[in-house]
């Protein structure tokens, strides 16, 4: 048997140009990070690849599944390694089909970027797949969308063979594009989750509620390359701690990306009390959402983050209203971002289902936001009856008490976040 490592496969930076080193520098070090758990002998670039190889000599499909959550991963083979030796290369070649069941049609595509094989492209080719309509007589060669096609990579001094299944025989046979439809010897190319390496885009501060748009909304601007340092508000001591607890399970779900470094938890039940009795009913919501981004706001620029983020959509709820958006935005300065804002529900509650957040977001827990709620929520602002109703009470006070009494939990999943200088900046500046 052939021993197996993992390649990744990048999509957007290669197409970086001069800042591609840095990003694939990024990538590797992400991946050293977050598949610590195993047993790594290497992450290191060969030829517009990583390969990651594991000290006992084989990766497994685990490891294939993980590397495939981390942000700038495109796809990820677990290959057989072998000697650029036709008869090897072969051999693994039949090796490979013979782990993928009822399949039809295949095709061979070699690439290579080693000079010492005396081989071309083509000629690998119809090496291999002469060798493979001997083993497997019954399968047909297609060039135009075969079942499966087999890959074979000549770089350095080895080769690699993996097989790439085409995601249609996965839907109708199989269901997902995962290693569970197939025997542990597999050698497969899974899809990874896009985007770019965690650490290559700045930091932002996202506003986590437990429900399901916000961490939707976390992590689809992780996968954009951003640390996240998300901040929730619970309605403690008013309420108990749920929502805290929930939005703890969120981000421990959010783990594998690696783009949290660090939770922040502001309990804001009583300040949202004070604001309820002095603020009209129709204006609270907007009162409450303005003191969150001030906070919020106040937080980033101690971490060094460049933007706010929000799970917000447009007309979801009443306080997404363009008219509200402007009355609470203009708090800050900061940019604030809105990945979900053309989003319908259903679109991201199945996102939530694909990061493995829905399940807790399913579960109901009372924080800042359902304590104290208006029975008629304003949805059409006007900016003159907000700024009345925010000077009925000391909103400069309430937003640096609540900064003071920010608690928060490190998370060592997001290689980005601890290596960074910013944070201990802010360490000293809290004097923690
Ligand atoms: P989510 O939008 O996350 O599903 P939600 O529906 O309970 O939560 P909304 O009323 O839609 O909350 O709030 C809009 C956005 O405001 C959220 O997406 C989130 O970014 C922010 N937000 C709401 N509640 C909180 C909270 N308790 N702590 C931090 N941010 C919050
Ligand atoms: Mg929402």
Redesign the pocket.
């Known amino acids: 048997m052939f021993s197996r490592v993992c390649l990744i496969h990048y999509h957007e930076i290669g197409l970086k140009g001069k800042n591609r080193s840095t990003f694939e520098h990024q990538l590797i070090q992400n991946l050293k990070h977050g598949l610590r758990a195993f047993d790594l002998a290497g992450v290191d670039r060969i030829s517009g690849h990583v390969r990651i190889r594991v000290k006992n000599g084989d990766c497994t499909p685990e490891l294939a599944r993980a590397a495939a959550k981390i942000p700038g991963v495109a796809r990820v083979s677990l290959a057989y390694c072998v000697e650029q030796d036709k008869d090897q290369i072969c051999e693994a070649a039949v090796l490979a089909l013979s782990h993928i069941p009822h399949f039809l049609t295949f095709k061979v595509h070699a690439h290579k970027s080693s000079t010492n094989f005396e081989l071309h492209t083509l000629e690998i080719n119809c090496l291999v797949g002469e060798a493979l309509c001997k083993a497997f007589p019954d399968k047909k060669v297609q060039m135009h969308k075969p079942d499966v096609q087999l890959d074979v990579q000549v770089v350095n001094n080895v080769a690699y063979v993996y097989a790439v299944v085409e995601q249609s025989l996965l839907a109708a046979g199989y269901g997902a594009l995962d290693f569970e439809a197939f025997d542990d010897n597999a050698v497969l190319s899974l899809v990874g989750v896009g985007g770019l390496p965690v650490g290559s885009a700045g930091k932002v501060v996202t506003?986590?509620?437990s429900?399901?748009?916000?961490?939707v909304?976390t992590w689809m601007v992780g996968r954009r390359g951003a640390v996240c340092i998300p901040?929730?508000?619970s309605g403690r001591p008013q309420t108990a701690d749920t929502?805290e607890y929930l939005t703890r399970q969120i981000v421990s779900a959010l783990d594998p990306t690696g783009c949290i470094g660090r939770l922040y938890v502001c309990p804001f039940g009583d300040q949202q009390r004070e604001i309820s009795l002095c603020v009209p009913q129709s204006l609270r919501i907007i009162c409450y959402r303005r003191i969150?981004f001030a906070v919020a706001e106040k937080l980033a620029l101690a971490e060094g983050a460049k933007s706010l983020v929000?799970?917000?959509s447009l007309g979801?709820?009443a306080?997404?209203t363009l008219d509200n958006i402007a009355a609470v935005n203009e708090m800050v300065s900061l940019p604030v971002l809105r990945p979900l804002i053309g989003s319908d529900k259903q679109e991201i509650i199945k996102r939530s289902l694909q990061i493995g957040t829905y399940d807790i977001s399913s579960k109901p827990s009372p924080?800042?936001?359902t304590l104290f709620m208006p029975r008629r929520p304003e949805t059409h602002a006007k900016l003159d009856a907000v700024h009345a109703a925010w000077d009925s009470f000391d909103h400069a006070a309430m937003i640096d008490e609540l900064f003071d009494h920010i608690e928060y939990i490190d998370y060592d999943s997001c290689y980005a976040y601890h290596s960074c200088s910013a944070k201990r900046a802010y360490h000293r500046e809290l004097g923690r």
């Not at 429900?211 to 961490?215: E, V, Y």
């Open positions: 506003l986590l509620s429900g399901f748009d916000s961490p909304a901040l929730h508000f929502s969150m929000t799970g917000e979801q709820v306080s997404q924080d800042c936001c």
